[in-house]
């Protein structure tokens, strides 16, 4: 009897063993992921190999040292400056005892006066955490003016009235007076948008501020531009706001940095995220369509862009297969954006150069035009957030068409791109909305492998 209780038990402990070793086998990477979730959350210097359509690339990630929703990155020759959405200031550099790690500095610098604490102060109770999350930096330029004996650094952010408890987007400059240690002199506000906005512009949701913009590049030795999106004042979710010329919203300003003067370039824009100008100063722009519909746009001056009364993208119900056909309140399909004249053709406004059909969630983007990645010269390269991807664009300048595009999977929401003058690419991810998730600066370069 005791032998064949033995029998039974060491039969029972060979199965067992047997199922695990199997099952390990044939699960092996799940078993590593789950691994790797379980470690210690310390991703500072991780390097990872992909493979494009030229070059198989090495991805570097370096964890941002402080947690932040929004903000930007910016280089001078091979330095890397990032700027969170809170106005904290690092320098990203080589570990001095060992070259293949990276080191966040933190930089002493005033900061300006957007008045977010109030803001959140006042508005928290009605908003909660979006009050504290989507305030704040929009992008950082740093730039060369001949009416400045030095760099000028300058920074886009919203900005808080406390006395009419209202806000808008504002422009704000500052001089580098020394390079090596990034010594800056005062703050000027250079520029406030026209129509200070109400958390209460639209109902659902209130305080858009994701659809912002904030975007600025150089335009010439006195003048930049700035990209201002509709705060979702579009017609269906409040007023009109991008087609109506008395105000600054839904448009692309030109600025003058020196007599603060500032004219709209082009209008009819949603939610512009990014904004180029190429070395024979062709002006492109990435931009949020509603549902699909994310645009890249070649910019002309006066031109309007159509939004809200042209796009190729539908209504947020769009995708939804047990949502009705058509809307009984206006007689139309529900499956559209509402408010479209064009039909989806865009008909009688400027056209995008490409359009995407799914929900690509664009953000900025480049022109590549370095010889680091010789079969990339002068494509265009836009980062996502939502697809979480590259998309690099082979263009044809004299007919502006696309004639190839490529997905690069970086697997990382993308807030901002940008090229050192080494040629290697940096990014910078969007954290979400837990705190311990911080962003990350992504450096590209070609793999050696």
Known sequence: ????????????????????????????????????????????????????AYYPLNLKKIKTPVYSKYGGIETIGEKIYYISGDLDFFQLQKNIDDQSKYDFISLSLNKINNN??????QNEPILGNKARLFFGVKDVLIEEFKSFENKVLLISSLNYNNDKDCYNLAVYLSEILNEDILKISVWKKIFTSEMCLSINL????????????????????????LSIGDFYADGV??????????????????????????????YGHRNPQGLYIDKNNNIFSTEHGPRGGDEVNLIKKDNNYGWPYATFGTNYNSYNAYKKEVDKSNNKSSRVWPIDKSNNTHNNYAKPIFSWGNSFGVSNLIVYENEYFKKW??????????????????YNYKNNSVLYLEYIPINKRIRDISVLDNGSIVLLTDTGENIEDHAEIILISKSKN
């Open 1 to 52: 009897m005791l032998n064949k209780k033995i029998f039974i038990f060491l039969f029972l402990w060979f199965l067992t063993v047997l199922i695990t070793i199997v099952w390990t086998f044939e699960n092996s990477d799940k078993v590593q992921a789950l691994k790797d979730k379980l470690k210690p959350d310390k991703i500072l210097d991780q390097d990872k190999i992909i493979n494009t």
């Open 237 to 266: 979710n409040g007023p009109i706001l991008s087609q109506d010329l008395d105000n600054d919203y839904g448009k692309i300003l030109k600025i003058n940095i020196n007599n603060k003067e500032h004219e709209i370039f082009s």
């Open 116 to 121: 977010k604490d109030k803001f959140v102060q």
């Open 377 to 394: 010269n002068k494509n265009i390269i836009v980062s996502s957030l939502a697809s979480q991807k590259l998309a690099r664009f082979v």
């Open 202 to 225: 639209t109902k659902k949701p209130k305080f858009a501020a994701a659809s912002a913009g904030g975007r600025i590049v150089k335009l010439d030795d006195e003048n930049i531009l």
